[in-house]
């Protein structure tokens, strides 16, 4: 077993619940090696780091990916926790971003790959695709001491796999858009709002720039924040509790709010600010 500080052993005894004690013999070398590592951060490489080059019964470390059962998502809301005592003052909001990024995969075993639009080396003019797995990452904005004013750190802390369309038609089922995931995150937000208690938001692009967010958002507490195109159709929540002897659907949305040009020319939605640190 490697000989670890106090200090960082009393850090990481916090993920020790999701797994078992003799997988936890495990998962701590693979997560020394994983911070200790300069390079590609495989199981071998980080054995190798850690001078375990000859250990005689090595695949029991693959296993721990593989055959071991634990919870990637219980080790994230742990993690979640410390990132917020750690870089966010009490007294301040808890401010996240979301975006999703595609992992550049090639195999025939990787059966949740799809097809996607490469953002890196694609232009308004020019489209590229590439091959991959769609991840969903969520990260905290840190404000850091080393930082200037007005700029912060992303710190991801949860990343959700969005399966290809492909994949959801070759299993029979429906497939599940990335609002659709967006919309459970923003779900285990709320829930994780009330034992943070501080205010939670939730910065987006305009791909989450939709009423079924802004409604969850709204009924979850947390607030929501994302790019609206000047000719988006703006609705009002729809009513809660509406009358019992309406026949007919539900309302999905509320009424009618002007578009975002009116607002964009009208002189009382704005108030004059002067911004001091601006990049």
């Known amino acids: 077993m490697i000989g670890l500080p106090t200090g960082f052993q009393e850090i990481i005894s916090h993920f020790s619940f999701a797994f078992r004690k003799d997988v936890w013999k495990k998962v701590v070398p693979l997560l020394v090696g994983a911070i200790v590592c300069p390079g590609s951060r495989t199981v071998c490489n980080l054995l190798r780091c850690l001078g375990l080059r000859w250990e005689k019964n090595f695949p029991k470390y693959h296993r721990?990916?593989?055959?071991?059962?634990?919870?990637?998502?219980?080790?994230?809301?742990?993690?979640?926790?410390?990132?917020?005592?750690?870089?966010?003052?009490?007294?301040?909001?808890?401010?996240?971003?979301?975006?999703?990024?595609?992992?550049?995969?090639?195999g025939r075993k990787i059966v949740k790959r799809g097809i996607y639009r490469d953002p890196v080396r694609s232009s308004k003019g020019h489209f590229v695709k590439c091959s991959g797995l769609r991840w969903l990452?969520?990260?905290?904005?840190?404000?850091?001491?080393?930082?200037e004013r007005g700029r912060y750190w992303a710190l991801p802390f949860l990343t959700v796999l969005c399966p290809s369309q492909r994949y959801y038609g070759s299993k029979g089922k429906r497939a599940k858009k990335l609002t659709g995931f967006a919309r459970q995150i923003i779900g285990w937000l709320g829930r994780k709002k009330a034992s943070l208690q501080r205010k939670v938001y939730l910065v987006g692009d305009g791909s989450f720039a939709t009423l079924q967010l802004f409604v969850q958002a709204s009924r979850s507490g947390v607030g929501l924040i994302a790019r609206m195109k000047l000719n988006a159709r703006l609705y009002g929540l729809p009513p809660d509790s509406p009358a019992k002897n309406r026949p007919g659907p539900k309302p999905r949305v509320g009424q009618r709010l002007g578009s975002m040009a009116e607002r964009l020319f009208s002189k009382d939605n704005w108030q004059r600010a002067t911004f001091s640190n601006w990049y």
């Not at 059962?69 to 007294?91: E, G, M, Y």
């Not at 990452?137 to 930082?147: H, K, N, Q, R």
Request: proline share 6%; charged share 20%.
């Open 137 to 147: 990452s969520v990260a905290l904005l840190a404000p850091m001491g080393w930082l």
């Open 64 to 106: 721990v990916l593989s055959k071991d059962k634990w919870s990637a998502f219980q080790l994230s809301s742990v993690l979640f926790t410390l990132l917020v005592r750690a870089f966010i003052p009490k007294d301040s909001p808890v401010v996240l971003c979301l975006d999703d990024t595609v992992e550049r995969r090639w």
